[in-house]
């Protein structure tokens, strides 16, 4: 079987998440993805909508997941592929380069991200609406 593992906060999820996931999924048999935890968040100066076992519990509804993790850390990455028996590890191509530190443990890649969707716009768009 081979495993594949991705990371985010999976905040806000949108189709371009799901197309993320989906193409994860299709690299491999079982894809564990790893959502960054509310304090982890709060180190990374970032607040998510929506709790993290709200997230966890979307993310664990989604057919092509079959596995979430917590991300309690920057440092957790070599150690949950060693502990997960990732054989491919995944990322947006907006990190690319950044977890090639990876490929002495599993295969790295960097997946195109979803045009014309993000976090970032919706969270944008909503503020217009909000102040209309």
């Not at 960097?110 to 969707?117: A, M, Q, V």
Request: negative net charge; glycine residues 6%.
């Amino acid at each position: 079987m081979k495993k594949v593992l991705t990371y985010g906060t999976f905040d806000l999820l949108h189709w371009g998440h799901v197309n993320l996931l989906k193409r994860a999924k299709d690299l491999g048999d079982h894809l564990t993805v790893a959502i960054s935890t509310d304090e982890f968040n709060k180190i990374k100066n970032k607040k998510a909508y929506h709790s993290f076992d709200n997230r966890k519990m979307i993310l664990e509804s989604i057919r092509y997941v079959d596995k979430v993790i917590p991300e309690d850390n920057w440092e957790q990455k070599i150690q949950d592929v060693i502990d997960n028996e990732i054989d491919i590890f995944v990322m947006g191509d907006d990190w690319k380069g950044h977890f090639d530190f990876l490929k002495d443990y599993c295969e790295v890649v960097y997946l195109p991200r979803t045009i014309g969707i993000s976090t970032s716009q919706i969270k944008d768009d909503l503020k217009l609406v909000k102040n209309g």
